[in-house]
């Protein structure tokens, strides 16, 4: 692949969610991968890929630009800059006819929006109902959830940002209702 | 809205990142106990359950977290959940969903 190709998330931040408490911001294009593997064999195949794989539901390993988050007992989501994963992606489909796990590439299906702000747990609570306290989800966590009727996956980055995404063709719902919360509170 | 606790997360999470899958427990017949079965007795295994008023086992999907299957104990009647548990776990005694209610009356 091209790394001159840029691909067109289609989704547009309105300016209102640019700016104010909370400034909200699109993630450039990623690449994700879905890995699932039997929990007997996390560690042998972390070590074959050369990654750490956490492993418990929630926790999050980051290290040179590649997030590793444990999602359920035998899943991991993997994030990142895009130039560093054509390699774990291809270790990762070597190690499948040795193991019994499977990777997807699945960088297409989601789009990333970064939010940042002291009143960030108000805006994604408007549509997600865990608990954002530090102590409930602390810095690093990561989950899959929902933003109203759309499946999310959670992570927070620091005391006050989280990064949340979603299926692409969700992306203007999500969005939609971030920017309904904040035109609500300027009225 | 309910806060159901996951026992593969460990961790109480809202009632709409879940989906409800039925009685718990019904063990599928084998290919060849499914060929032997007439069917009225098929149609048992299928549609036919407890309906139980009280303290229920059932399954739960936590769909959108760790979209594990898991089993729970729940009073159909007050909709409280007295317990969550693995798959592969024995259904409970009476006598254990007793000391769990115990155990969380403290
Ligand atoms: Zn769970």
């Given at each position: 692949m091209?790394?001159?190709?840029?691909?067109?998330?289609?989704?547009?931040?309105?300016?209102?969610?640019?700016?104010?408490?909370?400034?909200?911001?699109?993630?450039?294009?990623r690449?994700?991968?879905?890995?699932?593997?039997?929990?007997?064999?996390?560690?042998?195949?972390?070590?074959?890929?050369?990654?750490?794989?956490?492993?418990?539901?929630?926790?999050?390993?980051?290290?040179?630009?590649?997030?590793?988050?444990?999602?359920?007992?035998?899943?991991?989501?993997?994030?990142?800059?895009?130039?560093?994963?054509?390699?774990?992606?291809?270790?990762?489909?070597?190690?499948?006819?040795?193991?019994v796990m499977s990777v997807t590439d699945v960088s297409f299906r989601n789009v990333a929006v970064e939010l940042t702000g002291p009143k960030v747990a108000e805006i994604v609570n408007v549509g997600c109902p865990l608990d954002l306290s530090l102590a409930a989800?602390?810095?690093?966590?990561?989950?899959?959830?929902?933003?109203?009727?759309?499946?999310?996956?959670?992570?927070?980055?620091s005391e006050d940002s989280f990064a949340m995404e979603c299926w692409r063709s969700y992306a203007p719902y999500m969005v939609g209702l971030m920017t309904a919360h904040v035109q609500g509170q300027r009225v | 809205m309910m806060l159901i606790h996951c026992p593969y997360c460990d961790e109480k999470r809202p009632e709409i990142e879940f989906a409800y899958a039925g009685e718990a427990h019904i063990v599928r017949p084998n290919a060849a106990e499914q060929q032997?079965?007439?069917?009225?007795e098929w149609s048992k295994f299928m549609f036919i359950r407890d309906n139980k008023r009280g303290e229920h086992?059932?399954?739960?999907?936590?769909?959108?977290?760790?979209?594990?299957?898991f089993n729970a104990v729940r009073n159909t009647v007050t909709d409280k959940f007295i317990?969550?548990?693995k798959i592969g776990q024995k259904r409970p005694s009476a006598a254990q969903i007793q000391k769990w209610k115990d155990q969380a009356n403290g």
């Open positions: 091209s790394s001159d190709i840029v691909f067109d998330q289609a989704v547009e931040i309105p300016d209102i969610l640019k700016s104010g408490d909370v400034v909200t911001t699109l993630v450039g294009e690449t994700r991968l879905s890995l699932r593997v039997k929990a007997a064999d996390r560690i042998a195949v972390a070590k074959a890929l050369g990654i750490t794989l956490p492993a418990k539901i929630g926790k999050t390993n980051t290290k040179a630009g590649i997030m590793i988050a444990c999602l359920g007992p035998d899943e991991w989501f993997i994030v990142g800059e895009k130039a560093k994963y054509s390699n774990l992606y291809n270790k990762a489909l070597k190690l499948s006819s040795k193991y989800f602390p810095v690093g966590k990561c989950t899959r959830t929902v933003y109203e009727a759309a499946p999310i996956i959670l992570h927070r980055l | 032997a079965m007439d069917d009225v086992c059932e399954r739960w999907w936590h769909a959108n977290g760790c979209n594990m299957y317990k969550s548990y």
